[in-house]
């Protein structure tokens, strides 16, 4: 089973800053990598696939990036609506499909 | 538009059982692979189980395997979780998701049910 580890677990980022976020796998997912964004008492919502592909819709801000074993998602300037809770998912090697545990971007 | 809507989910005392049902509409259904993945109170997400468009193929992870069976019914657009033996551990609250593309090998999931909460108490 692949494991997905997520760094930091927290993120405290003033509006407008940049905030980037790390997955790490424990072994080589090729881009096989997504990454979804939850608000509290919502479902996820998908906001990458292939490591770097921006779902339609989701803001340019949002940008995915990484290969292999280690991924990033990088907001350019946060906005207040990017409060949140950001996590990956590896599709390369299954089953399992698994999710890192999460990152919390809160308002600093 | 695409609506994943979750039902069946409450309380239940450990070694019950309960059966979730995902009413899908908005796509065709019996063309995709479909998941269940949950969510603990505080905690990340867990895939908890797949299923082929036919349904003729099932997928598992350990946590449920033997206890948990998932099926589908094509002609009324619903998805099913029959769970039982269930554990304090296996409280969380149930998603149903699509996949972007019905395929293993590119399983992510593009639309989501709004849940449905299982709590396994005495």
């Known amino acids: 089973e692949i494991v997905m580890t997520q760094s930091p677990a927290t993120l405290s980022v003033s509006p407008g800053e940049r905030a980037t976020l790390s997955c790490r796998a424990s072994?080589?997912?090729?881009?096989?990598l997504a990454w979804y964004q939850q608000k509290p008492g919502q479902a996820p919502r998908l906001l990458i696939y292939?490591?770097?592909t921006r779902v339609t819709g989701i803001p340019a801000r949002f940008s995915g990036s990484g290969s292999g074993t280690e991924f990033t998602l990088t907001i350019s300037s946060l906005q207040s609506e990017d409060f949140a809770v950001y996590c990956c998912?590896?599709?390369?090697?299954?089953?399992?499909?698994?999710f890192g545990q999460g990152t919390k971007v809160e308002i600093k | 538009e695409v609506q994943l809507l979750e039902s069946g989910g409450g309380l239940v005392q450990p070694g019950g059982s309960l059966r979730l049902s995902c009413a899908a509409s908005?796509?065709?259904?019996?063309?995709?692979?479909m998941s269940w993945v949950r969510q603990a109170p505080g905690k990340g997400l867990e895939w908890v189980s797949a299923?082929?468009?036919?349904?003729?193929?099932?997928y598992y992870a350990d946590s449920v395997k033997g206890r948990f069976t998932m099926s589908r019914d094509n002609s009324k657009n619903t998805l099913y979780l029959q769970m039982n033996s269930l554990r304090a551990e296996d409280t969380a609250v149930y998603y149903c998701?699509?996949?972007?593309?019905?395929?293993?090998?590119?399983?992510?999931?593009?639309?989501w049910g709004q849940g449905t909460l299982v709590t396994v108490s005495s």
């Open positions: 072994q080589s997912v090729s881009s096989n």
């Open positions: 998701a699509k996949p972007r593309i019905s395929s293993w090998y590119s399983f992510y999931f593009d639309y």
């Open positions: 299923i082929s468009s036919s349904g003729g193929s099932t």
């Open positions: 998912q590896q599709y390369n090697d299954w089953p399992p499909w698994t």
């Open positions: 908005g796509f065709t259904f019996s063309s995709y692979a």
């Open positions: 292939g490591a770097s």
